[in-house]
């Protein structure tokens, strides 16, 4: 099983500031099947990156994803109040899919 | 619109049973494989388990083997999971969720489409 450790646990910013997040895998992730997720608190997760760095529909482009192998990363270009949420990385190269454990980024 | 409808959730003892099911609209639903992925009370999401459009390939979190089935209705537009043996540790919202792009179960695909989820508590 693939093992995701997504860091800092939280990110402290503000509006208007850059965020970075971090996901490291266990073992490489082959051809970048690596999604990033968006959570708030009481609503389902939302799909933001998928193969690791193409945004799904609807998504602003102040989210961009990159990375690949074992180390990837989530960039908020410019935090807006909406974006302050947890977020998670999941690979769905192997089975089973797995999660990180998630990135809360709150209000400094 | 898209959408995904989970319901059935409740309190059940442990031992117990519960169906979940899913319903689907403003996609072709046999088209896509659909998973239930499901979230702890303040922890982190774990995938459950996935059934190919078809209905005919399924896989299971290790954590369920034996004690989960997944199906589906096409004709229903409907996903299901029947949860037997239910443990302490199985008290989770469970949210429905669909493939991205593809029908085959074991697809390398992402989820793109979420249901609000449902919750399930096993306690006596």
């Known amino acids: 099983e693939i093992v995701l450790t997504q860091s800092p646990g939280t990110l402290s910013l503000s509006p208007g500031e850059r965020a970075t997040l971090s996901c490291r895998a266990s073992q490489s992730v082959s051809s970048s099947y690596l999604a990033w997720y968006q959570q708030k608190p009481g609503q389902a997760p939302r799909l933001l990156i998928y193969?690791?760095?193409s945004r799904a529909t609807g998504i602003p482009d102040r989210f961009s994803g990159s990375g690949s192998g074992t180390d990837f990363t989530l960039t908020i270009s410019r935090l807006e109040p909406e974006d302050f949420a947890v977020y998670y990385c999941?690979?769905?190269?192997?089975?089973?899919?797995?999660f990180g454990q998630g990135t809360k980024v709150e209000i400094k | 619109e898209v959408q995904l409808l989970e319901s059935g959730g409740g309190l059940v003892q442990p031992g117990g049973s519960l169906r979940l099911s899913c319903a689907a609209s403003g996609f072709i639903f046999s088209n896509y494989a659909m998973s239930w992925v499901r979230q702890a009370p303040g922890k982190g999401l774990e995938w459950v388990s996935v059934i190919s459009g078809s209905g005919g390939s399924t896989y299971y979190a290790d954590s369920v083997k034996g004690r989960f089935t997944i199906s589906r209705d096409n004709s229903k537009n409907t996903l299901y999971l029947q949860m037997n043996s239910l443990r302490a540790e199985d008290t989770a919202v469970y949210y429905c969720?669909?493939?991205?792009?593809?029908?085959?179960?074991?697809?390398?695909?992402?989820?793109?489409?979420w249901g609000q989820g449902t919750m399930v508590t096993v306690s006596s």
């Open positions: 999941q690979q769905y190269d192997s089975a089973p899919r797995t």
């Open positions: 969720a669909k493939n991205l792009v593809s029908a085959l179960a074991a697809s390398r695909d992402a989820f793109d489409i």
């Open positions: 193969g690791a760095s």
